[in-house]
């Protein structure tokens, strides 16, 4: 059954010019709504997109796609939830939306954004630089 409509919204995917910049917390941000929305997809659906993104950006193409490949199924199924709520120990499961988010860490650790913490946050603007969209000279 081949998906023939447009899979993403018009203008969500930007053009190699359109792009954030590299290793900023808006390029992490974007390659994980991508995944983020990809994990939700059906197997050809998924395909589509894939397709549908390697048209609109080479770049932003390898870079999904090899983070994808990084994830596991389990992990796709615990980031789809529902999450345990209780150890194998009996012990209650605390999750933290950052540190236990297998999608987000696989971009985290890949992109290794300068003007976001390990978390994912972005840092305050009075200890970045002008280049990375601060009040500090560069």
């Avoid at 969500?12 to 590299?22: I, R, Y």
Wanted: proline fraction near 8%; glycine fraction near 6%; include cysteine.
């Amino acid at each position: 059954m081949p998906i023939t409509a447009q899979v993403f919204k018009k203008g969500f995917l930007p053009s190699v010019d359109g792009m954030p910049a590299e290793r900023t917390h808006a390029m992490a941000k974007l390659i994980f709504n991508i995944l983020r929305v990809m994990c939700f997809m059906s197997k050809h659906k998924r395909e589509a997109a894939m397709i549908e993104l390697k048209d609109a950006n080479k770049i932003l193409h390898s870079r999904v796609k090899k983070y994808w490949s990084q994830l596991t199924p389990a992990d796709i199924r615990f980031f789809k939830g529902p999450r345990p709520q209780f150890h194998e120990d009996g012990k209650l499961a605390i999750w933290d939306p950052q540190r236990d988010n297998p999608v987000l860490q696989v971009v985290l650790k890949g992109e290794k954004p300068l003007d976001a913490n390990e978390l994912g946050f972005r840092k305050s603007k009075l200890i970045l630089p002008r280049s990375l969209g601060g009040i500090l000279p560069s």
